[in-house]
């Protein structure tokens, strides 16, 4: 049986080639979730680690795999070095012909993909919060793009951390490269190649089904009524009601959603990819030979913008009924 563990990046098609592989009747993917995180060392079994792996897996058919497994989880590659090293470790000694698949992305266009991911909690319950932890009164969320990339190594992943690790643990031939921007438009032919001619065939016209790219989650957005500050998130049950701010504190909030970065144009990116990703690029593309990662420097990606829901919408979405409202 062949096993693939993709170990990242967050925000560089994971999700894509989970969902297509999901549709398979040939390769497994696990049953409960997305991310099993198996291999990471506080969750690693010491023993029977085969058996344990193999019986969180199941295709489409809800059969176990016969032919193949595929595991995506970001968390892997967002670790600190000798935490991904281990990783890599643990998955070689389960798993001695693994094949480790690494997702990447135009690093500036991941990196804002991430930015607006933590918008949806930073907007929510205070800039830098994580957990559930209602605190935006105390901490407003005004941190922009450029901002986040500047201080916040959540942000700034280093690829060629991750393809060196592969390299040195896995070995050369056993890693296998998929670039979003490329790879995702014909994954019929990605699979093909690293994956085989049975699967390929099988989730190729899922693929296109499925589309490369997917929708961008709006941000939050707030409105004031009566002295109370409604602090809403695009999905149910993303909503915070908070009741104990003066004026001038519920209007540092939503003046403080101004510095927000809500579009991104590709000249824009461009810089920022030489200022921030240089190195990394130019020392990914010296270990694996890969043009795309020169690329990245060179290009003008597509400029990026972040929805706003409207505020009747929200309202409607949460269900909840307010008098008039200041808007912001």
Not at 40 to 45: A, G, I, K, V
Not at 53 to 61: M, N, P
Not at 150 to 161: C, D, E, I, P
Request: contains cysteine; proline residues 5%; aromatic residues 10%.
């Amino acid at each position: 049986m062949q096993h693939f563990v993709c170990i990242g990046h967050a925000k560089c098609g994971t999700t894509l080639l989970d969902s297509v592989f999901r549709q398979s009747r040939l390769m497994g993917t696990p049953a409960e979730t997305k991310e099993i995180k198996f291999f990471l060392p506080r969750f690693f079994p010491q023993e029977a680690a085969h058996e344990r792996y193999l019986e969180k897996f199941v295709t489409a058919d809800g059969q176990r795999p016969a032919a193949a497994t595929f595991e995506a989880s970001p968390q892997y590659s967002h670790q600190p070095e000798e935490i991904l090293r281990a990783v890599l470790e643990n998955i070689k000694r389960t798993l001695p012909h693994a094949r480790i698949v690494i997702c990447f992305r135009h690093p500036v266009l991941r990196a804002y993909s991430h930015y607006i991911h933590n918008l949806h909690t930073f907007a929510l319950y205070g800039e830098g919060v994580f957990s559930p932890r209602a605190d935006l009164l105390r901490k407003p969320c005004r941190i922009s793009f450029e901002e986040a990339l500047a201080g916040t190594s959540r942000l700034q992943v280093n690829y060629a951390t991750t393809l060196r690790l592969a390299y040195e643990v896995m070995g050369r031939e056993s890693v296998a490269l998929f670039f979003l921007e490329e790879d995702g438009k014909r994954l019929g032919d990605w699979s093909r190649r690293h994956i085989g001619q049975q699967v390929s065939d099988e989730v190729a016209p899922i693929a296109e089904r499925v589309g490369a790219v997917f929708v961008r989650r709006p941000v939050p957005n707030y409105l004031i009524s009566e002295g109370v500050l409604h602090a809403f998130g695009s999905q149910p049950g993303e909503y915070v009601r908070y009741e104990d701010g003066d004026h001038d504190r519920l209007q540092l909030v939503l003046r403080a959603r101004d510095r927000w970065t809500l579009e991104l144009l590709g000249q824009e990116s461009a810089r920022l990819a030489r200022d921030y990703f240089q190195a990394d690029m130019r020392a990914c593309a010296t270990l694996s030979d890969d043009e795309n990662f020169l690329n990245y420097l060179s290009c003008f990606p597509n400029d990026q913008f972040a929805e706003v829901t409207s505020l009747e919408t929200l309202c409607t979405l949460h269900d909840i009924n307010v008098p008039p409202y200041v808007r912001p």
